[in-house]
């Protein structure tokens, strides 16, 4: 199983940017999709973006679509995940957690059943 660590988050405000990051550890980091969830207090996890293996593919949640940019680097062991986001809103609040994804192509489905303690992103209006 691949480890995960997020970290980036902070407190921003409205139209600001932040960046988050993925660290994952273990040497099949490169096979896996991977991808962005969200948590906001009194609400479900929700999918946020995932990127393809080799980052050629991507997809978004309709609601941070132009907004948010996922990427990673499979190169020199880095082996991280990051997922820029632009022109943030209060709405985007919440805890971000990233996981690999389940099945076949770009989908949403978290594979992993235990997550990170996530980062908290905050933004004030």
């Known amino acids: 199983q691949v480890q995960l660590v997020e970290s980036g988050g902070g407190l921003v405000q409205a139209g600001g940017s932040l960046r988050l990051s993925c660290a994952a550890s273990?040497?099949?980091?490169?096979?896996?999709?991977m991808g962005w969830f969200r948590q906001a207090p009194g609400k479900e996890r929700e999918f946020v973006a995932a990127?393809?293996?080799?980052?050629?593919?991507?997809?978004?949640a309709d609601s941070v679509k132009g907004r948010f940019t996922i990427s990673r680097d499979n190169a020199n062991a880095k082996n991280t995940v990051y997922l820029q986001m632009n022109s943030l809103k209060p709405e985007d609040t919440a805890v971000y957690y990233c996981?690999?994804?389940?099945?076949?192509?770009?989908?949403?489905?978290?594979?992993?059943?235990?997550w990170g303690q996530g980062t908290q992103v905050t933004v004030s209006s």
């Open positions: 990127i393809s293996q080799s980052g050629g593919s991507t997809k978004y």
């Open positions: 996981n690999a994804l389940r099945g076949l192509g770009l989908t949403t489905t978290p594979l992993y059943d235990s």
């Open positions: 273990g040497r099949t980091f490169k096979s896996y999709v």
